[in-house]
């Protein structure tokens, strides 16, 4: 997704300046097209600040359609998670810091409701249709249109996004019930719309920080290349049942690029009679099951190998994850995206579940169950705590496929269940 973003910052930076026509205050209004995609916006002066008259409909990764429906993106513009909607705006604007909103919501009040602008606000900037509970006045040609809110709530409520900085993105709102503007709580990972300003003068400092950005992430990924160019693949011969497996060394750690298939007493296919993703085993038994001269790794060991990585898709074996999770939603990269550079091929194992009873004679008998296959896995790790990753954060405890490092707790065991996970082995 970093990389992404990075490409579609350069492309706004790089792209061709378009010149407005001034517009008149107060309902007057002009064109802009976007160079990027063609796409014709209207455009509203009001005070001295002029905006587009329309939503951004510009189509990007981490954007998407209410519904999937194209004809939404046609009416209410595209939702844009806040890390795309700071880079979204073409060359010649921006989104709006919170001062900017502030500037539009109480030019537009007036003197009506100076010391409290929103209601007044936001009466005034609502399109004259399209509101299923109460239309506004657009006095200024602002028509703002209900475009939901995370890929819900489409007529009803709109929310747009302010550039408040790296840390502390912030949504402005138009509630369907009420007429109101107003700070909503700070939210990130959510879905918006927006809505771009056209620089000023003194947007001159803005610019060469995002060029600052832009810099940063370049950097970034060129580091990330030259750490993957000295990955060092192998294999190794384990003597105890003859088996292969494919090994890797990524800085200063070597892994088994398999999950281990050592086949002993404490350990089962996860619902696969060939076990071609390698066996899962009981906490006990994982604790010892590494070959001579393997080890189970610790949980220091898989926040370095995580650290070195910086957590990237591309630990993930290609072509069998699948996604676990609404996609049109969430800004995830897809299963298509993993590409497995480092040679890890991290496996959706799941996990299993052993249970054990005693039936009318007294003897004991175990049943297993399996869950996560394909979409997720568990490793051991050798404080008997566990380390997963998953196709994204569905529930599940991980997030955007990063690793959840769980910091050597216990395995929380659950009376007669004992859980089954994979093992991966890491080189002494």
Not at 40 to 53: H, N, R, S
Not at 397 to 405: A, K, M, N, V
Request: net charge negative; charged share 25%.
């Amino acid at each position: 997704m970093k990389k992404q973003l990075a490409k579609l910052a350069l492309t706004a930076a790089l792209g061709l300046a378009i010149t407005l026509t001034a517009c008149e205050e107060k309902g007057g209004g002009s064109t802009f097209t976007d160079s990027r995609d063609g796409k014709e916006y209207k455009t509203v002066k009001i005070g001295e600040q002029v905006w587009m008259a329309e939503n951004l409909n510009y189509d990007v990764k981490c954007s998407g359609c209410y519904d999937k429906d194209p004809a939404n993106c046609g009416k209410y513009g595209r939702l844009y998670d806040w890390g795309t909607a700071r880079r979204a705006c073409p060359k010649g604007w921006h989104l709006p810091s919170n001062e900017e909103w502030d500037i539009l919501y109480k030019f537009v009040a007036g003197v009506e409701n100076t010391e409290s602008p929103s209601e007044t606000a936001a009466k005034y900037l609502k399109a004259k249709s399209g509101w299923n509970n109460g239309n506004g006045e657009d006095k200024y040609g602002f028509s703002a249109l209900p475009g939901g809110v995370e890929f819900s709530h489409v007529g009803d409520s709109a929310r747009w996004w302010s550039d408040y900085g790296s840390y502390n993105p912030y949504g402005r709102i138009t509630q369907y019930h009420y007429n109101d503007a107003y700070w909503p709580s700070p939210e990130g990972d959510l879905y918006f719309s927006v809505r771009c300003l056209q620089n000023g003068a003194d947007y001159a400092a803005k610019e060469a920080e995002m060029a600052k950005e832009i810099e940063a992430e370049m950097a970034k990924e060129a580091a990330a290349k030259s750490k993957r160019e000295k990955v060092k693949k192998g294999t190794f011969t384990d003597a105890r049942d003859g088996k292969k497996y494919k090994t890797v060394q990524l800085d200063k750690q070597t892994w088994m690029a398999e999950n281990l298939n050592y086949k002993v007493e404490g350990s089962v296919c996860s619902g696969n009679a060939d076990c071609e993703w390698g066996r899962l085993y009981d906490k006990e038994t994982a604790m010892k099951v590494c070959p001579n001269g393997w080890h189970l790794p610790s949980g220091k060991e898989w926040k370095t190998l995580f650290e070195f990585t910086d957590g990237d898709n591309n630990l993930k074996a290609k072509g069998i994850w699948k996604e676990n999770g609404d996609f049109a939603s969430r800004c995830l990269d897809t299963v298509e995206d993993f590409t497995d550079d480092y040679g890890f091929s991290a496996l959706p194992i799941g996990w299993g579940i052993r249970e054990n009873s005693t039936d009318e004679d007294g003897d004991s008998n175990s049943s297993y169950s399996f869950g996560g296959s394909g979409v997720g896995g568990n490793w051991w790790n050798s404080a008997g705590s566990y380390e997963s990753i998953y196709g994204n954060d569905g529930g599940w405890g991980g997030s955007e496929f990063e690793w959840s490092y769980w910091g050597g707790e216990e395995r929380p065991e659950d009376g007669n269940k004992t859980y089954l996970l994979g093992v991966r082995c890491v080189q002494n």
